[in-house]
């Protein structure tokens, strides 16, 4: 079943927003109560599993393992119809790196070029250390747990995940990064047998992009200037010859009448988290996370042309 074209660009405070509201969710979540306890404790010592006024207890083992089941297939079938939306908008390795980029971002707005390095890493370091507290207050009365950090009352094993949860969040959204999407992440390595030809994926529009290259401003769109469509064919040769020089030799020169929508000014591919140049062809590191779109629609609006270059699709 194919899902209908995405081509307009979500506003970034909206993708802002969700990532924000997702982060929250997790450092709230510990701190709710439902009936005087904790609302959602997976309490190993006491060997009990509370979940919103509903009780587990070792016997249930199977409902829980029935639960995440649900949750396993869910994914799936969300990947299967739409694409890698969950690696693009909520897997916390995109969250907790999207939060670390905007710290340092931020820092570096507003503090003295010296400060930034040393400021960055201590506000990710207690960004960490917080993440940390807040996933073993899942299985420890996070009450109890934050009362007891100053004076070091912690049992081994709170202290080993705590220590062990918030360097793998440093290292993982700091240090690692892309990384862990590219080759550690299990969940990416099973994307091409969740997906199929209808499944939407980011996709270049060769066709109307192609050949590409800086004009003078003031020259239309293809579209609009009446320039044709090019055939498949040419217009994947010159994204090969533009892809690979060195094999293809050198483009032809163009004139600015013939040139495609793309102007080559390469914000698809700054803005890449995964350092991706999409006008290759889909790729099976791309998470879908629109960034590409959102920053070409934009050029593309400034230089007066229609939308559609870069779009979420299916192929077929
Ligand atoms: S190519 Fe890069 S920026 Fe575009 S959707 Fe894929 S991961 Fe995001
Ligand atoms: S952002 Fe759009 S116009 Fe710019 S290089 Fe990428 S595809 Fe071409």
Do not use: K
């Not at 510990?30 to 904790?38: A, F, I, K, T, V």
């Not at 049992?155 to 700091?174: D, H, L, P, Q, R």
């Not at 009448?257 to 790729?283: E, F, K, N, W, Y």
């Amino acid at each position: 079943m194919s899902t209908p074209c995405s081509t307009t660009a979500r506003p970034r405070h909206w993708r802002g927003l969700l990532s924000a509201g997702l982060l929250a969710l997790f450092y709230a979540l510990p701190w709710l109560r439902w009936d005087g306890r904790q609302a959602l404790l997976l309490d190993i010592n006491a060997r009990r599993f509370d979940l919103f006024g509903w009780t587990l207890w070792p016997g249930d083992v199977g409902v829980l393992i029935g639960l995440l089941a649900v949750l396993a297939v869910s994914l799936a079938l969300l990947t299967h119809l739409t694409g890698r939306l969950w690696c693009g908008y909520a897997c916390p390795q995109t969250l907790w790196r999207g939060a670390f980029e905007g710290i340092a971002r931020g820092l570096a707005r507003w503090l003295p070029a010296v400060a930034v390095r040393p400021a960055t890493q201590l506000a990710w370091g207690l960004l960490s250390l917080w993440t940390g507290i807040t996933f073993v207050g899942l299985f420890s009365p996070i009450a109890e747990l934050v009362a007891a950090a100053p004076h070091a009352g912690w049992s081994g094993w709170e202290t080993f995940w705590v220590v062990f949860y918030a360097a793998a969040t440093w290292g993982n959204a700091g240090f690692l990064r892309e990384q862990v999407c590219r080759s550690l992440c299990p969940f990416a390595r099973l994307q091409p047998l969740l997906t199929d030809p209808h499944t939407p994926r980011m996709l270049y529009d060769a066709r109307r992009g192609e050949p590409r290259g800086p004009r003078p401003s003031g020259l239309g769109g293809v579209l609009g200037r009446g320039r044709s469509l090019l055939d498949p064919t040419t217009a994947q040769d010159y994204v090969f010859r533009a892809t690979h020089p060195l094999l293809a030799g050198p483009m032809p020169t163009f004139s600015a009448d013939r040139l495609g929508d793309c102007t080559d000014c390469a914000a698809c591919v700054s803005v890449c988290p995964m350092q991706l140049d999409i006008r290759q062809g889909p790729q099976a590191d791309c998470l879908a996370c629109g960034a590409c779109l959102e920053a070409c629609a934009r050029q593309q609006h400034q230089a007066g042309f229609g939308t559609g270059l870069l779009r979420y699709c299916s192929p077929q």
